[in-house]
C-alpha cells in the first residue's frame, strides 16, 4: 500500500537557517504529493501541492519539488523565522482514490 | 475553497459517557469526508471516510462510529468512551472535481 515516510524531528534551528525536511513516497500508482503545517493547537493548513513529477509547489517561502526518479518531495526554505515553528506534515493522495496518506509529521522549533 | 466547520472545539468526557463530534463543510458539493486522530505528539491516523450520504468506511476498529446524514455533515460518535479516544480529531473533506483534502480547527477530547 502506498506510504509516506519523513525525516525524524524534532528539528531546532536559528533564525535565518536554511530548511531542508526530507520526504520519501510509496504509492502503485501516480500520486499528488502536499505538505501541510499544523500550528500549535489548530487544525491542519495546505501549504503546498504537486500534482505530476517535475512540478514544484511553492508559498510563503516554502519550496518542494516532486522527483519520481528517487520518489521524493522533500521541504525546503532558505531562512526560516520564528513564525514558521509548527509541525510539517508530508501526504499523498492517488489521483484515483480517495484517501490521503499522512508521514508522521516533522517538529520544527526556530529561535530567534 | 472549502470552509469546514467542527464543534465542539474542546470536550471533556468521563470514561463511559457518550460522545457526538459534528463537522459540517461549505463550498463544495457531495465532498468525501474524513475523520482523523491525532493523538499526542504522534501522526494522524484516518479513523473514517466516507463518499457519499449514508456511505461509511472504517479504517481501524473500535469504539467510535460515524454518520453521515446529510452531503455535507458528518458525525462522530461513540457509546461509551475509553481513556485511550482521547486525542485531537480532524474532519477533512476534499471535494469532487479536486485532489487536495482541507481541514477543519479540529476538537479536543479529554476522557477523564
Known amino acids: 500500500g502506498d506510504s509516506v515516510t519523513q525525516m525524524e524531528g524534532p528539528v531546532t534551528l536559528s533564525e535565518e537557517a536554511f530548511l531542508t525536511i526530507n520526504c520519501t513516497y510509496t504509492a502503485t500508482g501516480y500520486p499528488s504529493l502536499f505538505w501541510y503545517v499544523q500550528y500549535p493547537g489548530e487544525g491542519l493548513q495546505l501549504l503546498l501541492k504537486a500534482t505530476k513529477a517535475d512540478d514544484k509547489g511553492s508559498n510563503k517561502g516554502f519550496e518542494a519539488t516532486y522527483r519520481k526518479e528517487t520518489t521524493s518531495f522533500h521541504l525546503e526554505k532558505g531562512s526560516v523565522q520564528v513564525s514558521d515553528s509548527a509541525v510539517y506534515f508530508c501526504a499523498l493522495s492517488e489521483t484515483s482514490g480517495s484517501r490521503l496518506t499522512f508521514g508522521e509529521g516533522t517538529q520544527l522549533t526556530v529561535n530567534p | 475553497s472549502q470552509t469546514i466547520h467542527q464543534w465542539p472545539a474542546t470536550l471533556v468526557q468521563p470514561v463511559g459517557s457518550p460522545l457526538s463530534l459534528e463537522c459540517t463543510v461549505e463550498g463544495t458539493s457531495n465532498p468525501n469526508l474524513y475523520w482523523y486522530r491525532q493523538a499526542a505528539g504522534r501522526g494522524l491516523q484516518l479513523l473514517f471516510y466516507s463518499v457519499g450520504i449514508g456511505q461509511i468506511s472504517s479504517e481501524v476498529p473500535q469504539n467510535l462510529s460515524a454518520s453521515r446524514p446529510q452531503d455535507r455533515q458528518f458525525i462522530l460518535s461513540s457509546k461509551k468512551l475509553l481513556l485511550s479516544d482521547s486525542g485531537f480529531y480532524l474532519c477533512?473533506?476534499?471535494?469532487?472535481?479536486?485532489?487536495?483534502?482541507?481541514f477543519g480547527e479540529g476538537s479536543w477530547l479529554t476522557v477523564v
Open positions: 477533512a473533506s476534499r471535494g469532487v472535481s479536486g485532489n487536495t483534502i482541507y
